[in-house]
């Protein structure tokens, strides 16, 4: 699906979320899994208490980064109105612990990047620039009407799933490993790296395994207590700090 190129084993990271503990578990383990490639899906920053350090690390790592909602939030792009009062106050402390340059970066990503016969994008991709949700089946009939790609890659809900289309429009959820056949395109959910919301508190991540045409949901084990007492000395907002043990 890279043209001429090579075939690699690709990390697709989403909602990194300031999460540095989590993000640097995850790095581990696709390291260890062979990817070569890593890229990310957005919400870099907010929630959590180490902007700084993720926005550094995917910088400098990822192949493709792409804008989330928070990240446009912290760089002024996106009304404050629109959060809750808890998502609220963590962009307002995340953006008084960055610099010009850093806020700069974070407004000048993309909403969407197309490779060959592959779409990426933080949300949906219908107006990406809205951040609408795909909860499930009942939100994939207008995302997979609107792109012809083999293979798209959202996050946003915090919610990992693969989902696969035929010709005739029937939508099916399936498990954590699956082999792309011919006919049928795929949405795949990459989770949440820095704060899971599926009852499960380790970090999501998907990889993608170009040369076998597989994309596995992976999860990965990360010192939450340590990324929890961090929060409480930066002073995020307790209810912020507790769910994340819980994977909600």
Known sequence: MRGSEAPVRIAVLSDIHGNLEALEAVLEDAERAGAAAIYSLGDIVGYGPSPVRCIEIVRSRA???????????????????????????????????????????????????????????????????????????????????????????????HRPGIYAVGRRREAERCGSRRQLGKGLRHL??????????????????ALFDEERETVQLRRVPYEVARTQQRMRAAGLPPFLIERLAAGI
Do not use: K, M
């Open 63 to 157: 192949a493709v980064s792409l804008i989330g909602n928070h990240d446009a939030a912290v760089a002024g792009l996106e009304p404050l109105e629109w959060f809750n009062e808890y998502a609220r106050r963590a962009v307002e402390w995340t953006r008084g612990r960055l610099d010009a340059g850093q806020i700069d970066y974070l407004g000048s990503l993309l909403h969407i990047h197309r490779g060959p016969d592959l779409l990426l994008a933080h949300a949906s991709p219908v107006e990406p620039e809205r951040w609408h949700y795909i909860h499930g089946l009942a939100d994939l009939g207008e995302p997979f009407a609107l792109f012809a790609e083999r293979l798209c890659f959202v996050g946003h809900t």
């Open 188 to 205: 795949v959910n990459a989770g949440s790296v820095g704060q899971p919301r599926d009852g499960d508190p380790r970090a999501a991540y």
